[in-house]
């Protein structure tokens, strides 16, 4: 039997790293930014058809959220326009798509968990730009998947577990934000997720996030717990901490497929005894 070959666009980054240990029985061709410009339809159809991917999962992003409020043009060009491509090419040559956007694309003003029905309303760019690319998979394929993550922490690149493990290195009094409530996720619980989606035809939108949720300062005082570190945390709000994108109040997301994801405290612990 032939095996299924998946293609991984954003190969480099958190989720590329962990998807590619658990597809160890697949056929992969993993690229990141340097193997692909996804803004360039041409480049997109071009690589594509060359591997003619079983599932293409796009995973490639401008994910700095501050960063995209200075770089507008960048966030819709890559967000918007690259997902544009690889959705029009995934349809052009059958591949399966599984497109991973962000809790970034609500408004954060619902009093409990989001839905996979419930309409997005983003508050800042890099939200609108993952929310434009949802509407162009729509727009392009009819049988898609559309994967919702939040707060996503990974062995590869930057991440929150990272920052505060390195600032607790220097420092006893660290000021954590305490008024926005989140789902972290392990990436390789979201890679082992996606492993047992895209075996189905269970297309549309989904939430994959670990299980339960916390404050960004609930989420620091587990990650200084679990590692013993004597730091004490000074809770703030999202005010006094000046950051130039807005972010949503409430970004928990509920997940409603069966396909379920661990408690998000399981998940952190395991990840730290291995970072």
Same mark, same amino acid.
């Given at each position: 039997?032939?095996?299924?070959?998946?293609?991984?666009?954003?190969?480099?980054?958190?989720?590329?790293?962990?998807?590619?240990?658990?597809?160890?029985?697949?056929?992969?061709?993993?690229?990141?930014?340097?193997?692909?410009?996804?803004?360039?339809?041409?480049?997109?159809?071009?690589?594509?058809?060359?591997?003619?991917?079983?599932?293409?999962?796009?995973?490639?992003?401008?994910?700095?959220?501050?960063?995209?409020?200075?770089?507008?043009?960048?966030?819709?060009?890559?967000?918007?326009?690259?997902?544009?491509?690889?959705?029009?090419?995934?349809?052009?040559?059958?591949?399966?798509?599984?497109?991973?956007? *962000?809790?970034?694309?609500?408004?954060? %003003?619902?009093?409990? #968990?989001? +839905?996979? /029905?419930?309409?997005? &309303?983003?508050?800042?760019?890099?939200?609108?730009?993952?929310?434009?690319?949802?509407?162009?998979?729509?727009?392009?394929?009819?049988?898609?998947?559309?994967?919702?993550?939040?707060?996503?922490?990974?062995?590869?690149?930057?991440?929150?577990?990272?920052?505060?493990?390195?600032?607790?290195?220097?420092?006893?009094?660290?000021?954590?934000?305490?008024?926005?409530?989140?789902?972290?996720?392990?990436?390789?619980?979201?890679?082992?997720?996606?492993?047992?989606?895209?075996?189905?035809?269970?297309?549309?939108?989904?939430?994959?996030?670990?299980?339960?949720?916390?404050?960004?300062?609930?989420?620091?005082?587990?990650?200084?717990?679990?590692?013993?570190?004597?730091?004490?945390?000074?809770?703030? *709000?999202?005010?006094?901490?000046?950051? %130039?994108?807005?972010? #949503?109040? +409430?970004? /928990?997301?509920?997940? &409603?497929?069966?396909?379920?994801?661990?408690?998000?405290?399981?998940?952190?612990?395991?990840?730290?005894?291995?970072?």
């Amino acid at each position: 039997m032939k095996k299924m070959t998946i293609c991984i666009l954003g190969g480099t980054g958190q989720l590329g790293h962990e998807l590619m240990k658990v597809m160890k029985d697949k056929k992969v061709v993993s690229l990141g930014k340097k193997n692909l410009d996804i803004t360039k339809l041409d480049e997109v159809y071009k690589t594509l058809k060359a591997i003619r991917p079983d599932v293409v999962i796009h995973a490639a992003a401008f994910t700095d959220v501050d960063q995209c409020e200075d770089k507008p043009e960048l966030a819709f060009k890559v967000n918007t326009q690259g997902t544009k491509n690889v959705s029009i090419v995934a349809g052009n040559l059958g591949s399966k798509l599984i497109y991973v956007s *962000t809790d970034y694309v609500f408004d954060g %003003k619902k009093g409990s #968990p989001y +839905n996979e /029905t419930d309409l997005p &309303n983003p508050i800042n760019i890099y939200g609108m730009s993952k929310y434009e690319g949802e509407i162009e998979v729509q727009k392009n394929l009819e049988e898609y998947f559309i994967v919702r993550t939040a707060w996503l922490y990974g062995h590869q690149g930057k991440n929150f577990v990272k920052t505060i493990l390195s600032l607790t290195s220097s420092n006893t009094l660290l000021k954590v934000v305490d008024d926005q409530i989140g789902s972290p996720t392990y990436a390789l619980d979201l890679a082992e997720a996606l492993k047992k989606l895209l075996v189905t035809e269970d297309y549309g939108i989904y939430h994959f996030i670990n299980e339960g949720n916390c404050t960004w300062c609930d989420f620091a005082k587990e990650i200084i717990k679990i590692k013993g570190i004597a730091a004490k945390l000074n809770p703030t *709000t999202s005010t006094e901490i000046q950051r %130039k994108a807005k972010r #949503p109040q +409430n970004s /928990t997301l509920s997940n &409603n497929s069966s396909i379920k994801l661990r408690l998000w405290q399981e998940a952190l612990k395991e990840y730290l005894s291995n970072e």
